[in-house]
């Protein structure tokens, strides 16, 4: 199963908010919409969308103050659209960690394109050279496929829930590396997901008992005792 990119439209002009919601929609993405700075936020650590689409001018907030709040504990992108038309503005948004900036108005192919961009952005921001070029990432006998949302082994498909699906992926970008617990939990659960390791382990056991021949002893994703997981280098 093909699972959509989850993009949350944070927008208080409900005319804007449809037309965004609407065009992402017909091109495959499944959307919600925000129309303040806190919905947003809520959002954003409870449905953990793939991608914001953020307005700058709020009733509750700066759309700069969610940005900077944001990168403090997450690398989620982030596509800016604002009808401020100065510079400066456009400059803060960037520094902050915005991926890409909208000016307002903009056409459904400019928005798309941006849209694509940013995600694909993510996908290889990590340095990990194959995931950049292929949307894929393979040791030994399992394939993590970004594009489709999909893990193999053995060329078999895994059936893993969304939950263990993010923390193969994350691991997989970051493969060779250690990824603490703190760091796994915010980035799958948000800020507010305090540092209780109980759900991870759950996850954990889950998605070795589907990936791993033997969990006991695993060959994909390590543990660390006391500080966090690590997926096994590829070639
Ligand atoms: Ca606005």
Redesign the pocket.
């Known amino acids: 199963m093909k699972i959509r990119e989850k993009i949350l439209v944070v ?3 409900k005319s ?1 908010a449809h037309f965004i919601a609407s065009v992402l929609n017909t091109n495959g993405y499944e959307t919600m919409q925000a129309p303040n700075g806190s919905q947003a936020q809520s959002m954003i650590s409870s449905w953990c969308p793939d991608l914001v689409i953020l ?5 509750d907030m700066d759309g700069l103050d969610i940005l900077r709040a944001l990168r403090t504990w997450s690398s989620l992108p982030v596509v800016v659209v ?2 401020r038309t100065h510079e400066h503005d456009k400059v803060d948004a960037l520094d902050l960690g915005a991926d890409d900036y909208l000016t307002k108005p903009f056409g459904t192919d400019e928005l798309l394109a941006r849209v694509r961009t940013a995600i694909r952005h993510t996908r290889t921001s990590s340095g990990n050279g194959e995931i950049a070029r292929t949307g894929i990432y393979t040791v030994d006998d399992l394939v993590i496929d970004y594009n489709k949302h999909q893990v193999l082994v053995r060329g078999e498909n895994v059936h893993l829930t969304l939950s263990e699906f993010r923390i193969v992926a994350l691991l997989g970008k970051y493969a060779g590396k250690v990824l603490t617990y703190d760091f796994l939990i915010r980035e799958l659960w948000g800020p507010r997901a305090g540092n209780d390791n109980q759900i991870l382990r759950v996850n954990m056991a889950n998605i070795r008992r589907k990936i791993e021949e033997n969990p006991a002893e695993p060959h994909y994703i390590f543990t660390e005792v006391g500080v966090g997981y690590r997926m096994a280098e590829g070639e």
């Open positions: 927008e208080d002009e804007i307005d700058l001018g709020l009733p604002s009808a």
